[in-house]
């Protein structure tokens, strides 16, 4: 929780709290459904939250902003960006019932009421919002043919509306024929050597 609190300092008492019970929520969830790597549940704080919250440091989202969050999987990045962003519409899918069935739970737990959940694929969905999330889900390319569909034209935040995805590794072929497209180094926001080959992509709807 120290690393969190070391790159967001201005987290509200809620937050912190909120914040601080992840660990024992996942702890007990994994223990009974394996959503997480168990080799990774030690680093939960380092490796999936404050990774998630990089997405924070490249946008600070607008008030009622609605965001859908694409292979959530155990809840990464929505979980962490619903907390920080309370007043902003997060909506979680997964096609995987009993990961879709931990993250309702732990949202729950947490009081998190700006967050809905759904066990689909996001190809049939049909609703539109502002951003997709995804971490570490597909290829950009199958990421953007899935989701395009649902992503509102119009902006009302700082960049356009359109895809952020959390990925790592060489990403110069996956990337190579996506126009508009943009490319941070996570360890531009986070000194440690973990995010050394992590990158956000993010890929705007349009110009």
């Known amino acids: 929780m120290d690393i969190i609190h070391k790159y967001f300092p201005e987290l509200s008492k809620k937050q912190i709290d909120q914040f601080s019970k992840l660990e024992s929520l996942y702890e007990s969830w994994n223990n009974k459904i394996n959503v997480i790597s ?22 600070q989202f607008n008030d009622e902003t ?8 155990g809840g990464f990045p929505g979980i962490p960006m619903a907390i920080l962003f309370p007043e ?30 759904q066990c689909k ?11 997709v999330l995804t971490r570490a889900v597909a290829e950009m390319p199958i990421i953007l043919k899935w989701t395009l569909d649902n992503i509102k034209p119009n902006s009302t ?23 508009n497209k943009r490319v941070v180094a ?18 705007p709807l349009s110009k």
Request: hydrophobic content about 40%; aromatic content about 8%.
């Open 186 to 203: 996570i360890n531009d926001y986070f000194d440690d050597d973990y995010f050394i080959d992590k990158k956000l992509v993010y890929v």
């Open 38 to 59: 168990r080799k990774d549940i030690s680093s939960l704080y380092l490796k999936h939250v404050l990774h998630s919250l990089a997405i924070a440091k490249f946008i």
């Open 121 to 131: 694929r996001v190809e049939d969905i049909d609703k539109k919002f502002d951003f």
């Open 88 to 117: 902003c519409k997060f909506h979680l899918v997964d096609s995987i019932e009993k990961k879709v069935r931990v993250v309702d739970n732990i949202s729950n737990e947490l009081g998190l009421i700006n967050v809905s959940i």
């Open 66 to 73: 609605t965001i859908i969050d694409v292979g959530t999987g």
């Open 157 to 179: 935040n700082s960049v356009l509306n359109g895809v952020i995805a959390l990925k790592g590794g060489n990403l110069n072929k996956e990337l190579n024929r996506i126009e």
